[in-house]
């Protein structure tokens, strides 16, 4: 059993949209252009170039040349003066110091590298450890 709305709906499956927009005039197509717009201007679905319109009614002022306009851009920002800084630089060291010195970091550094060294001969059993062990024993 077919609901009575759906009865009204099956009258415009079979219309054809290219007719209906084939007979509207352009200004009747830029006010449908711009329900459309209202309805999703967001839609993720569009690539960022198409989702806002056109708005330009200008024609080109001239070609466009990337190497010039780049050229142009440099030579504005070099003839432009630097502003002065509200706050004078005084030198002032903030934080924390260092804990360690250089040297104390090199000698940790090295004792750590002795010691892994000393781990590795010990658990292979190197005859290197035997002639470090006898100098230490006597």
Known sequence: MALPFQKELE???NID????????SEEELKQLEN??????????????GFRQKDQTQ????GPSDREHLLMYLEKEALEQ???EDFVPF?????????????AAFDFCLVSFVYLLLLYLLL???HPLL????RKWTQ
């Open 11 to 13: 009258k415009y499956k």
């Open 58 to 61: 200008k024609a080109a002022t």
């Open 81 to 83: 003066k630097d502003r």
């Open 130 to 133: 035997l002639i470090y062990t």
């Open 17 to 24: 949209e290219d007719e209906l927009l084939g007979k509207l």
């Open 90 to 102: 005084t030198g002032e060291k903030k934080g924390r110091r260092n804990f360690f010195s250089q």
């Open 123 to 125: 658990m292979r059993n």
């Open 35 to 48: 329900v459309l717009d209202d309805l999703d201007p967001e839609s993720a679905l569009l690539p960022a």
